[in-house]
């Protein structure tokens, strides 16, 4: 098959510039764009090859049944046709087919199914006043958030299975949607990504992804094996960090907040006590918690 640039030149040779015209003119596209520019006949001749490229490209478009059997050298592209500085030119953007979601890559995803981050709002599950609520704080998040506001993410706990990791995903992705970056991890897995790191002298930088990070998800905090190191510091500053500069941030775990005091304790020292409770103390400072008991709905 010949490439729309090829057939060009014998467009030239069979027609002549005005019979040429007046068959692009029957094309309703090009008909309106010619109009609403009110464009001369000098300007349309001129334009010819843009037009002439415009119109086959187009076609070919129409007929395409998806990127695998894209025919134009521009995969992915579609044609635009555009009046600038008295001259038409061509432009190309993204066709039907080309349809990735860049707002995916706005999301950092540690140690987290990527299918996990296609959690959409429009599924979210409103049975039951814990999930409505949660819903309700989602809602207004995402419409009060803007960098530099000082507003709280959420600490959702419950039982296994009731779709805390889904919520903290549905979050992230709306927030990606409004351009937004974040990093998103699994706790447990993070913890032991950090500790290895250290013997390849990268923790330090790890560490200031996750305090400076404009959103931080960290899923099934407290199910981790207990490190004083990581809790004193690695999570420690990391929150810290976060609670001085209103870096929002969200949490999943089994258990409740308090909760975490006791599991983050590696004895019933009154030092022990104390390092758990501070930790505490700045997630209690960074998010809201909401429970939920049931796990969600099966539809029908």
């Known amino acids: 098959m010949k490439k729309i640039d090829e057939l060009l030149p014998e467009y030239k040779q069979k027609l002549k510039p005005d019979e040429t015209i007046d068959q692009l003119l029957e094309d309703p596209i090009i008909r309106q764009f010619v109009m609403k520019h009110d464009l001369k006949h000098d300007t349309i001749v001129a334009g010819i090859n843009n037009l002439l490229t415009f119109r086959d490209a187009k076609n070919i478009c129409n007929a395409c049944q998806g990127l695998y059997e894209c025919k134009l050298a521009t995969t992915g592209m579609t044609p635009v046709l555009r009046y600038y500085?008295?001259?038409?030119?061509?432009e190309y953007s993204k066709c039907r087919y080309n349809v990735v979601d860049e707002s995916k890559f706005k999301i950092d995803a540690l140690y987290i199914p990527r299918r996990v981050l296609d959690a959409d709002i429009s599924d979210f599950d409103l049975i039951g006043p814990e999930r409505k609520e949660i819903h309700n704080y989602i809602v207004k998040f995402l419409n009060d958030y803007a960098p530099g506001t000082t507003i709280k993410g959420m600490y959702i706990s419950g039982v296994f299975g009731s779709g805390k990791t889904y919520i903290l995903a549905v979050?992230?992705?709306e927030l990606a949607k409004k351009g937004y970056r974040s990093v998103f991890a699994y706790y447990p897995d993070l913890v032991r990504e950090l500790k290895s790191s250290i013997s390849?002298?990268?923790?330090?930088?790890?560490?200031?992804?996750l305090k400076t990070a404009p959103l931080l998800f960290l899923d099934d905090i407290g199910g981790e094996t207990l490190s004083a190191f990581i809790r004193d510091e690695v999570l420690g500053p990391i929150l810290q960090h976060r609670v001085l500069d209103y870096l929002p941030t969200f949490f999943s775990s089994n258990m409740k907040m308090k909760s975490l005091i006791s599991a983050m304790q590696s004895d019933n020292s009154d030092n022990e006590k104390a390092k758990a409770y501070r930790i505490f103390e700045r997630i209690r400072e960074l998010s809201i918690e909401f429970e939920i008991t049931e796990k969600p709905k099966l539809r029908t």
Do not use: P, Q
């Open 85 to 90: 500085n008295e001259e038409i030119t061509l």
């Open 171 to 173: 979050i992230a992705n």
């Open 200 to 209: 390849t002298g990268e923790l330090e930088n790890k560490i200031e992804e």
